[in-house]
């Protein structure tokens, strides 16, 4: 699986949309881009995925570029309950490793 | 609703014991994972096993090991623990279709050796 590159913090004021980065140069043809939050003392929540076009669900949209290299996750009306650590992962799924880089600690703030 | 199930919430042992931490998934999963997670360097892959019977190291094997003998059922095992294995122990499963596969993880064991 590709390597992801994360920025380790970023804050964001309760009620604006909260825009995460990822990068994922390498990333293969196959190779989704899904996205996990960690609430503390939590285990790991799926958020969302994608594979070329962009997605949205009721959490989250995912904006993944047309090189595939870089993601974006947005949160569009960031709570406090969105204070996390966010990871970025690209998988190809299937029987393989799943694989978390450190991600973004995210901090609402009223 | 899903379910994956760690045995423990917290646990102390001492240096030199034996240590299993269980996990078991009700959703017919083949992989599952084995992760720990300490302050700042978050989840590090210990073992993965996407099979009964089958299993891979991960990043940080090294003082491990696990057992898969049933599919719903993933072990952990430490097998003389040490205080620098004092930390956040997660299990994940995820089904082995490939492409848009999501994990599910355990509420985390907080293992702490003494």
């Known amino acids: 699986d590709a390597k992801t590159t994360q920025p380790p913090s970023m804050d964001c004021a309760e009620g604006r949309a909260a825009n995460l980065p990822c990068n994922h140069s390498?990333?293969?043809?196959?190779?989704?881009v899904y996205w996990y939050r960690q609430i503390h003392s939590q285990g790991p929540q799926y958020i969302i995925h994608?594979?070329?076009n962009n997605e949205t669900n009721e959490m989250a949209s995912l904006i993944i570029t047309e090189d595939r290299k870089s993601s974006t996750l947005i949160l569009p009306h960031a709570t406090l309950r969105d204070t996390a650590v966010y990871y970025c992962?690209?998988?190809?799924?299937?029987?393989?490793?799943?694989?978390f880089g450190a991600g973004t600690r995210l901090a609402v703030h009223p | 609703d899903v379910k994956v199930t760690q045995s423990s919430r917290y646990l102390v042992k001492r240096t030199g014991e034996k240590v299993f931490l269980e996990c078991v998934q009700d959703?017919?999963?083949?992989?599952m994972f084995w992760y720990r997670q300490d302050p700042g360097l978050g989840l590090r892959l210990i073992y993965f096993?996407?099979?009964?019977?089958?299993?891979e190291k991960g990043d940080i094997p090294e003082g491990y090991s696990v057992s898969r003998e049933k599919k719903e059922r993933f072990s952990l095992i430490l097998e003389s623990a040490s205080t620098n294995q004092t930390s956040m122990y997660l299990c994940?499963?995820?089904?082995?279709?490939?492409?848009?596969?999501?994990?599910?993880f355990g509420q985390g064991t907080r293992l702490t050796v003494v």
């Open positions: 992962i690209a998988s190809r799924g299937g029987y393989n490793k799943l694989i």
């Open positions: 994608g594979l070329k």
């Open positions: 096993s996407y099979d009964v019977k089958m299993k």
């Open positions: 994940a499963s995820r089904p082995g279709a490939v492409g848009n596969t999501e994990a599910f």
């Open positions: 959703m017919d999963h083949e992989n």
């Open positions: 390498t990333i293969s043809g196959n190779e989704y």
